[in-house]
């Protein structure tokens, strides 16, 4: 039988019935092919897009511009995934109005089937209206990147009772505003459980504990390929550098020496 396309019900369904759900991200039809063949049931072309892929120090450079071109050509590679498309900075802090704009582009340009944007209580508005729209939305608590500068650092967020109490309450009205599904990110694992259980939509974690409904990485990291830093929460299932580059040496060498292109490569 031919698996179906993910959509927010199936997301939803996995929550009911306990199933855990993946989601790891891709930036190009490549990765998002190699990806949905591999069963993973979300995609999620993130705003890291600004650090793995185009060597911004943070994702705050990141454009629609940028999103709308990386998003597309995810989707040409993900048949049965479902695919997150990330709204950049300042493409929805302006206004709820701006925010349905950007959306509606993103999902009309490039074929995502939802947008992630980040934020609690300050994007309510903007999440209902995309909503009423008919874009998929899905939130993102906790260690928010692009708040960098108000947090001045990429640390836990919710430690204190207070930060705790706050995400909880902007959880809840999240899944109030429409949100399909929350992602929970750099969290304490007992606070994320908590968030977790208090709702009827699936959340995702990254550094959030085993609790959550499910779990996300950034495809670069657990693949080893992105070397620059090694968040503690993100396990290497691989060490892809390393390897490219004994590819590229060899290579290099093997040109240099003139072992390569032998017979068996020539015309
Ligand atoms: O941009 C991204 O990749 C993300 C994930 C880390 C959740 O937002």
């Given amino acids: 039988m031919k698996p179906k396309k993910i959509t927010v019900n199936t997301l939803m369904e996995m929550k009911k019935n306990g199933e855990k759900i993946t989601m790891l991200t891709a930036y190009d039809y490549l990765m998002a092919s190699l990806l949905d063949q591999s069963g993973i049931e979300v995609i ?24 709308v071109h990386h998003c597309s050509s995810v989707t040409r590679g993900a048949k049965n995934a479902m695919v ?61 990147p692009q708040s960098i500068n108000k947090f001045g650092g990429y640390g836990v967020r919710g430690e204190a009772e207070e930060e705790a109490k706050a995400m909880i309450t902007d959880a809840k009205r999240l899944e109030a505003a429409g949100a399909f599904s929350i992602v929970l990110e750099k969290v304490p694992a007992g606070l994320a459980k908590e968030i977790t259980q208090n709702l009827a939509i699936p959340t995702i974690g990254i550094g959030a504990g085993a609790d959550c409904d499910g779990q996300v990485l950034v495809t670069h990291d657990m693949l080893g390929m992105f070397e620059k830093f090694k968040p503690k929460f993100s396990k290497r299932y691989a060490e892809m550098a390393k390897d490219m580059k004994k590819c590229y040496k060899q290579y290099i060498n093997e040109v240099k020496d003139k072992k390569f292109p032998t017979e068996d490569y020539s015309f």
């Fill in 44 to 67: 999620l072309v993130g705003d890291s897009l600004g650090n793995v892929v185009l060597g911004y120090e943070n994702t705050l450079p990141v454009t629609m511009d940028d999103m």
């Fill in 84 to 144: 997150v498309g990330d709204m950049p900075f300042m493409s929805y802090q302006v206004s709820p109005e701006q925010a349905v704009e950007n959306a509606g582009w993103l999902l009309k340009e490039s074929g995502v089937q939802a947008i992630k944007l980040e934020g609690g209580d300050e994007v309510l508005e903007s999440i209902k209206k995309i909503v009423k729209a008919g874009i998929p939305v899905m939130g993102h608590l906790g260690l928010t």
